[in-house]
């Protein structure tokens, strides 16, 4: 749960599966993936595909901080793309 002034941390991890090795990896996306969207309760979008922060291969991170925010379940998603395949996640968070 969060407050005014708290930065959340959104984070995702990049996991691709082989059909030939039949396993899973970390590895990271194409080149300007992943992109962040979120959206307070009321369905305002507050950011709009944002880029995130490469921390290590595969791992990418997005600090928003929560300025004069909606009270309520915050939403979003992230969309990844490895060689045109792109996938969507997503994820939510309760602030106060």
């Known amino acids: 749960m969060y407050t005014d002034g708290d930065t959340v941390y959104i984070t995702c991890t990049n996991r691709v599966y082989d059909f030939e090795t039949d396993a899973w990896s970390v590895t ?44 309520g379940w915050w939403t979003g998603y992230m969309v990844t793309v490895n060689n045109t395949y792109t996938d969507r996640k997503e994820f939510g968070f309760e602030v106060r």
Do not use: R
């Open 28 to 71: 990271d996306c194409d080149s300007t993936y992943p992109k962040v969207t979120i959206v307070d309760p009321a369905g305002t979008v507050q950011k709009t595909s944002q880029s995130m922060t490469k921390k290590v291969t595969g791992k990418y991170e997005y600090a928003y901080t929560l300025s004069s925010p909606v009270a």
